[in-house]
């Protein structure tokens, strides 16, 4: 149980283009999903906490324009990186909260995003 | 103010035991967590601790101080695919996470 995926686990797209990141919780409601960035041998960042149905809730220094989260169903959150530029080529990991645990944290394989 | 604390690496050896500590100052304290990370991948849950004491899953334990604001993860029977970081995690009063840097595990044969 608990299980969390990601699509894609890799993309590559040109500077200022759009990509669209998904986060599913497969097997349990997700009342709550997290975004996380990990740039090469750093700690997990927080960017946004989401509820669904309600809007996301930004960390200090994340541009909410930039940085789209969408929390439409119990299942589904999506980020949308806005405009990428080289600088946001990142790991980006998403987390859900929810079901029968409603503290652990699990998380999706993560996306890889390389921006040329 | 709200902080983790956590040994950067630790070395042991393949068949040993290694204990990777974590101190924590958490407004409203909400339990312990800990995760396994694999470089190149996604971290994966191992265990909560929210009340004081030993909790024992295999060759994994986690222990938890709530006084003393400390907690460790002991790894015993240490494999090669034990190599990891270990992410230590405390939960605050509004259930987020505060996250340490992580230790990063490396096992030798």
């Known amino acids: 149980g608990a299980v969390v995926s990601q699509h894609p686990s890799w993309v590559i797209c040109k500077s200022g283009t759009s990509v669209k990141i998904e986060c599913r919780s497969l097997?349990?409601?997700?009342?709550?999903m997290f975004w996380y960035r990990q740039f090469p041998k750093q700690s997990l960042m927080l960017m946004a906490t989401?509820?669904?149905?309600?809007?996301?809730?930004?960390e200090q220094g994340v541009e909410k324009d930039k940085f789209l989260i969408n929390h439409a169903s119990l299942t589904l959150s999506t980020l949308t990186v806005t405009s990428a530029h080289p600088e946001d080529s990142s790991f980006y990991i998403c987390?859900?909260?929810?079901?029968?645990?409603?503290?652990?944290?699990?998380f999706g394989p993560g996306t890889r995003l390389l921006v040329l | 103010g709200q902080n983790i604390d956590q040994p950067t690496e630790m070395t042991a050896t393949e068949g040993a035991i290694v204990q990777i500590n974590c101190t924590y100052q958490?407004?409203?304290?909400?339990?312990l967590f800990w995760y396994q990370q694999h470089a190149g991948e996604a971290p994966t849950f191992l265990s909560y601790n929210v009340l004081d004491g030993l909790e024992e899953k295999g060759r994994f334990s986690s222990f938890l101080s709530r006084s003393k604001g400390y907690s460790y993860l002991l790894l015993k029977e240490l494999q090669m695919k034990d190599s990891a970081s270990y992410l230590c995690?405390?939960?605050?009063?509004?259930?987020?996470?505060?996250w340490g840097a992580g230790t990063k595990l490396i096992i030798k044969p």
């Open positions: 958490t407004s409203g304290f909400n339990g």
């Open positions: 995690a405390s939960m605050d009063s509004n259930y987020q996470l505060i």
């Open positions: 097997d349990f409601q997700a009342t709550t």
């Open positions: 989401s509820n669904e149905g309600s809007k996301a809730t930004y």
């Open positions: 987390s859900a909260r929810g079901g029968t645990s409603r503290e652990t944290q699990y």
